[in-house]
């Protein structure tokens, strides 16, 4: 489990730049680079949004992650100990990135 902090403020699951949704899937398949990876996780916040974790919010979290290149990554899963979600102001899970991606 990671340490994280998600910087995608209209992320439903975020509340204080920490995620309540309990696990998360960073995508990135053939990423070489930060900005070729996202949260897949990430769902827009919308006005009729309603999440029962919303009051649950976790600053560790299990990270499932399809970034192979990743150096933290092992088996899809992130063994990083600090995971930064990055996209402040994202309407989608491709604008968002893992600021902890370092390439192997």
């Known amino acids: 489990m990671a340490d994280l902090c998600?910087?995608?403020?209209?992320?439903?699951?975020?509340?204080?730049?920490?995620?309540?949704?309990?696990?998360?899937?960073?995508?990135?398949?053939?990423?070489?680079?930060?900005?070729?990876?996202?949260?897949?996780s990430f769902a827009e916040k919308r006005s009729d949004s309603y999440s029962s974790a919303m009051d649950h919010p976790s600053q560790t979290i299990s990270i499932d992650c399809e970034a192979a290149k990743c150096k933290y990554n092992t088996d899809y899963k992130c063994y990083a100990d600090h995971v930064d979600i990055r996209g402040a102001g994202a309407a989608g899970s491709k604008e968002t990135a893992c600021g902890t991606f370092t390439e192997k």
């Open 6 to 40: 998600c910087k995608a403020n209209t992320c439903m699951y975020n509340k204080d730049e920490l995620c309540c949704k309990g696990d998360i899937m960073v995508g990135g398949k053939h990423a070489c680079e930060k900005e070729e990876t996202c949260c897949d």
